[in-house]
């Protein structure tokens, strides 16, 4: 069997659940979040500007061109695609302190980078998909509409963030005690939603792995090189290099997947990448971030100041 024609076990009622969980750890993200957090955009734009440059324009090209080079098959590079649009994954801040990277501008980049996700996600994935011939009859042969699209990623982004940013707003004590018990809810949701996966399909990865571990872990590699050399080359400060490699490396797989189940009938290929990728960048993003963790960033001169 082809791996295009493959189908993971999911089942309605788990997408619904799915839907659900995704929407409340996002609402879960907005407690750590303020309205003044954005004005960072505004006071120190270069950072964040580089990094959404990097997370939404170089990384799907590069990812682009990528494919062109290996040619995998068709619902794999349409996975790869997806997972290159969406936004910095759950774990990116936490990665970024642990790394000794610049947290605030983390935070930053993850929340806006969600926010502009809503519009930016359908657009690049029909986009990069459109121009690839392969991809490109694989998307004809959906009906996508890019208004549903956009519609279920402002329900599951969009308004918990909103929501969120607002119990903030008018509640912080309680929004700071809900915050660490989502942070913990995020981190084994998608730990144990990937384990059930997995399980419930075992036989299909245990077939079909092989095809897509080293282009994942090449994608991977490309979003982190391509996120902290292009900080490098605009004499970012060590610290926002490490982030924006990190945000460019945690993508979110767990919205990919839910957008692969909702409007791509779970086809075989894209959600092994878009699952395997949940697995991929947990071990990356670890390993890079202990190793960060023992190099403490040298002092550097900025426009803006002094970054450490």
């Not at 490109?136 to 963030?161: E, H, V």
């Not at 095809?211 to 979003?223: E, K, R, S, W």
């Not at 490490?242 to 791509?264: K, M, P, Y």
Request: charged fraction near 10%; hydrophobic fraction near 55%.
């Amino acid at each position: 069997m082809s791996i295009d024609q493959v189908q993971l076990n999911f089942n309605p009622s788990t997408m619904m659940f799915l839907n659900i969980a995704i929407a409340i750890i996002m609402l879960g993200v907005a407690l750590d979040l303020k309205f003044a957090d954005f004005k960072q955009t505004f006071t120190t734009p270069k950072p964040i500007v580089i990094g959404l440059i990097g997370q939404f324009l170089l990384f799907p090209a590069f990812t682009y061109l990528m494919v062109l080079v290996v040619q995998p098959s068709p619902s794999i590079a349409l996975g790869l695609f997806l997972v290159a649009a969406c936004p910095g994954g759950n774990l990116s801040n936490f990665l970024s302190y642990f790394a000794k990277g610049n947290t605030p501008l983390s935070i930053v980049m993850s929340s806006v980078s969600t926010v502009i996700a809503i519009f930016m996600t359908p657009f690049n994935v029909m986009f990069w998909g459109s121009l690839y011939p392969e991809t490109n009859t694989l998307l004809r042969s959906f009906t996508i509409s890019p208004l549903d699209m956009l519609f279920s990623i402002f329900m599951m982004l969009g308004l918990p963030l909103i929501i969120g940013m607002l119990i903030k707003y008018k509640y912080p004590v309680f929004a700071k005690k809900l915050n660490k018990g989502m942070k913990y809810f995020s981190i084994f949701f998608f730990i144990g939603f990937l384990a059930v996966t997995l399980l419930a399909n075992f036989n299909i990865f245990v077939e079909f792995i092989g095809m897509i571990i080293f282009i994942v872990f090449l994608q991977n590699l490309v979003a982190i090189l391509s996120g902290y050399f292009t900080a490098r080359a605009f004499k970012l400060p060590e610290r926002d290099r490490r982030t924006i490699a990190i945000e460019l490396g945690i993508q979110n797989s767990g919205l990919g997947l839910v957008l692969i189940f909702n409007f791509f009938d779970g086809i075989g290929g894209m959600a092994i990448v878009a699952a395997w990728w949940g697995v991929w960048h947990l071990i990356s993003g670890l390993s890079l971030a202990t190793f960060w963790s023992f190099k403490i960033p040298r002092q550097q001169s900025t426009s803006e100041g002094i970054s450490v």
